[in-house]
């Protein structure tokens, strides 16, 4: 038991920091969740549609599966649902058949215009509890952690 303790409670500092980001991280996706859940959406398939806007409103779905940290067996999964509510569709690749390109609809942007901004201002307000420049060295600080 006491050997244990070494790798729940007495933690060297690198050990301490990721722990207090992986749960602070935990704590704004559930407040963004909770958001989601209220307007009756799921915050995953949001998720989805924005990666997809910011690839200029197509992309490959196993470019998809790596932004959004699946395996590409299980974007097929996930895209399911999106593509019988309309918001997603799939289409043959222009130049290679046996690939497929996701586009959001119509009607999945009007839903991310529609809830996008609230849901934003929401994490915004959140966030204030750091100042401009705090905000800049958080986000230098995780980019370089993103490199490793």
């Not at 649902?81 to 690939?99: A, F, Q, V």
Request: proline fraction near 3%; avoid cysteine.
């Amino acid at each position: 038991m006491k050997d244990l303790q070494k790798y729940v409670t007495d933690l060297p500092l690198h050990t301490q920091t990721f722990f207090s980001l992986v749960d602070t991280t935990a704590t704004l996706v559930e407040t963004s969740e909770r958001y989601w859940q209220s307007k009756g959406l799921n915050g995953a398939r949001i998720r989805i549609l924005v990666e997809i806007m910011k690839e200029g409103g197509s992309i490959l779905p196993s470019m998809l599966a790596k932004k959004i940290g699946v395996t590409k067996s299980n974007i097929s999964l996930l895209l399911t649902p999106l593509e019988n509510e309309g918001l997603i569709i799939r289409t043959s690749h222009p130049k290679d058949g046996r690939k497929s390109v996701i586009s959001i609809t119509s009607e999945g942007q009007s839903i991310l215009l529609r809830y996008l901004p609230e849901n934003r201002q929401g994490i915004s307000e959140k966030m204030k509890v750091l100042d401009e420049q705090e905000l800049k060295q958080l986000l230098f600080l995780l980019n370089k952690l993103k490199k490793v």
